[in-house]
């Protein structure tokens, strides 16, 4: 399955979204283990699907490996207040 | 209408609250939230929560009308 | 220390320039009940917190809303990215225009800068705390204005989500003020 930056980049976003919401819920339910659970489930996901974006696109997160020359923090551009074009990625399958 | 004041027939209820510890007055209280089902991936971000107790959407014909306050 | 995702936490694709609503909007960005004033304030009373939770969700609310910030941000920069003078002019947004052409602008919708006056750090956790819960209501409402306000569906989902967010953040207040009110509860004082 391959997914287009876009596509990739919506995916992460959902992913995050709810490890973000799970996240302020265990600050107040740091005991509870079922969501802890769910949040490492998430959590995990997640840094799959944004390593396999900043292999493919662009780095995503600063002081992480940058996998292009030139340093594709700078050359990757991609910041979120623009609007970017898409190619396609061809990557393993989630 | 004699009586410009709205008549407050005060009736003494006894409100349930539904703790089981001593409330004292004074202080605000919030019911903890208590994991349950959860929202699709997709359907959490569109919604802004993955919790559906804590989705409450926004209904603009409330508003039309005016807040109405109801005297007792 | 933060560290910076290059990503927005909701997607915001405005096609349709909009500078009246630009000029709304603007005051979620640098206005009293804004993203500025909600992240700065929950990140500066986070020191004088008594809990672990609480001080978890005073850093963790503060850090979610810097998140709104750029939402709210990349709403009003598209919102303005390709109006003319002309619509900026008949939008009464001229005198931000002068001031800062289509920049980005800590100002409130009658065009107020921001102020600290909008906060406070009172060292006391329970009135800090209730601070932050009306704090999420009058956001909650300024969003419920500004989608009266919308009507383009691109502005429109993203206010909702951000409106979605304040309920959140207000359960998560209430929860860590009960539990910093026990812990005071539960201390003796000598």
């Not at chain 1, 949040?39 to 600063?62: D, G, I, W």
């Not at chain 3, 980005?104 to 009172?122: C, E, H, R």
């Not at chain 3, 951000?162 to 509860?185: K, T």
Request: hydrophobic share 35%; proline share 6%.
């Amino acid at each position: 399955m391959s997914y287009s930056e876009e596509q990739l980049m919506r995916e992460i976003q959902k992913v995050e979204f709810a490890v973000v919401d799970l996240h302020l819920y265990l600050d107040t339910h740091p005991t509870d283990r079922e969501a802890l659970t769910l949040y490492n489930q998430l959590a995990e996901r997640l840094k799959m699907l944004k390593e396999t974006f900043s292999r493919c696109y662009r780095q995503l997160v600063e002081l992480h490996p940058s996998y292009q020359y030139p340093y594709s923090w700078v050359a990757g551009g991609g910041w979120p207040w623009t609007m970017r074009g898409q190619y396609m990625c061809e990557e393993e399958e989630y | 209408m004699n009586d410009l004041c709205p008549q407050r027939n005060f009736i003494p209820t006894v409100i349930p609250i539904p703790r089981y510890r001593y409330t004292p007055l004074a202080k605000s209280y919030i019911i903890f939230q208590d994991l349950k089902k959860l929202y699709s991936l997709e359907e959490g971000l569109d919604k802004g929560t993955i919790f559906p107790e804590l989705y409450i959407p926004y209904d603009p014909r409330k508003h039309e009308g005016g807040h109405k306050y109801e005297l007792f | 220390m933060w560290i910076y995702e290059k990503k927005l936490e909701y997607p915001v694709k405005i096609k349709r320039p909009d500078p009246k609503m630009a000029k709304y909007i603007i005051t979620q960005y640098g206005g009293p009940d804004g993203e500025l004033a909600a992240s700065l304030r929950y990140l500066t009373q986070r020191y004088s917190m008594p809990t672990k939770q609480a001080q978890a969700v005073l850093n963790d609310i503060g850090t979610e809303e810097l998140a709104h910030l750029e939402i709210v941000a990349t709403m009003v920069h598209q919102l303005l990215k390709n109006a003319s003078v002309e619509d900026i002019k008949a939008a009464d947004m001229g005198g931000y225009y002068a001031d800062h052409d289509k920049a980005l602008f800590y100002v409130d919708a009658t065009g107020n800068p921001w102020s600290a006056k909008y906060i406070q750090s009172k060292g006391d956790p329970i009135a800090d705390l209730h601070e932050d819960m009306a704090a999420e209501q009058k956001a909650r409402a300024t969003y419920e204005w500004l989608l009266n306000l919308a009507d383009d569906p691109d502005v429109k989902d993203p206010l909702r989500f951000l409106r979605e967010r304040e309920v959140v953040h207000f359960q998560r207040f209430g929860e860590a003020l009960e539990i910093v009110q026990d812990h005071l509860a539960s201390k003796k004082y000598y």
